[in-house]
C-alpha cells in the first residue's frame, strides 16, 4: 500500500479542541452533568465528521485565531486519523451519556475518565492513542483507514 502524501493540519487548532474537552468533562464530572458529556461526545462527533459547524473548530477559527492569542501551528499532517480520534471520543462520549441515563453512572463516568486521559495525553504529551490506533489499522490492512503514516514528522 502506497503511502499518501500528509496534507497540512494546524496543532493548534487540535489542542484548543482537546483543551475544550478536558476542560468540559472535568466541569461534567464536577457538576455531574451528563448534559455537558453529551455536548462534547456532539462537538466531537461534528469534527469527526468534518463539519464547518464543528463547535470547536467554530470556537478556533471564529474567536482564538482572530484574537491573535494563540498562533496557528500548521505541520505537515494527515487529518484523517485525527478525525478517527475525535470518533473513538464520540463513541465513548455517547456509550457514558447513554450508561448514565440508564442508571449505570459508574460505567459512565469511567468511559468519560478514558476519554478524559487521552485527551490530557494527546494536549500534554502529543500521544495522540486514536491516531495510533488508525495507523495501526492501516498498517494491517483494516479496510476505510487508507492513508498511512509517510514520516516521523506526522503525530500518533
Same mark, same amino acid.
Given at each position: 500500500?502506497?503511502?499518501?502524501?500528509?496534507?497540512?493540519v494546524?496543532?493548534t487548532?487540535?489542542?484548543?479542541?482537546?483543551? /475544550?474537552?478536558?476542560?468540559?468533562?472535568?466541569?461534567?464530572? /464536577?457538576?455531574?452533568?451528563?448534559?455537558?458529556?453529551?455536548f462534547?461526545?456532539?462537538?466531537?462527533?461534528?469534527?469527526?465528521?468534518d463539519?464547518?459547524?464543528? @463547535?470547536?473548530?467554530?470556537?478556533y477559527?471564529?474567536?482564538?485565531? @482572530?484574537?491573535g492569542?494563540?498562533? @496557528?501551528?500548521? /505541520?505537515?499532517?494527515?487529518?484523517? @486519523?485525527?478525525?478517527?480520534?475525535?470518533?473513538?471520543?464520540?463513541? +465513548?462520549?455517547?456509550?457514558?451519556?447513554?450508561? /448514565?441515563?440508564?442508571?449505570?453512572?459508574?460505567v459512565?463516568?469511567?468511559?468519560?475518565?478514558?476519554?478524559?486521559?487521552l485527551?490530557?495525553?494527546?494536549?500534554?504529551?502529543?500521544f495522540?492513542?486514536?491516531?495510533?490506533?488508525?495507523?495501526? +489499522?492501516?498498517?494491517?490492512?483494516?479496510?476505510?483507514f487508507?492513508?498511512?503514516?509517510?514520516?516521523?514528522?506526522t503525530h500518533?
Open positions: 500500500m502506497a503511502a499518501t502524501p500528509p496534507r497540512v494546524d496543532q487548532g487540535l489542542k484548543t479542541g482537546q483543551a /475544550i474537552t478536558i476542560l468540559l468533562l472535568a466541569l461534567a464530572f /464536577i457538576f455531574d452533568s451528563a448534559a455537558l458529556v453529551a462534547v461526545a456532539f462537538a466531537q462527533i461534528m469534527g469527526a465528521f463539519s464547518p459547524y464543528a @463547535p470547536y473548530r467554530l470556537f477559527t471564529r474567536l482564538i485565531k @482572530p484574537s492569542v494563540l498562533k @496557528p501551528n500548521p /505541520i505537515p499532517d494527515n487529518p484523517e @486519523p485525527h478525525r478517527f480520534a475525535l470518533l473513538v471520543g464520540a463513541l +465513548f462520549n455517547g456509550a457514558a451519556v447513554l450508561a /448514565i441515563s440508564l442508571g449505570a453512572p459508574v459512565g463516568w469511567v468511559l468519560v475518565g478514558i476519554v478524559f486521559v485527551a490530557n495525553l494527546n494536549f500534554w504529551l502529543g495522540c492513542a486514536g491516531c495510533w490506533m488508525y495507523y495501526l +489499522f492501516n498498517r494491517i490492512g483494516v479496510p476505510g487508507t492513508v498511512s503514516r509517510l514520516t516521523e514528522g500518533g
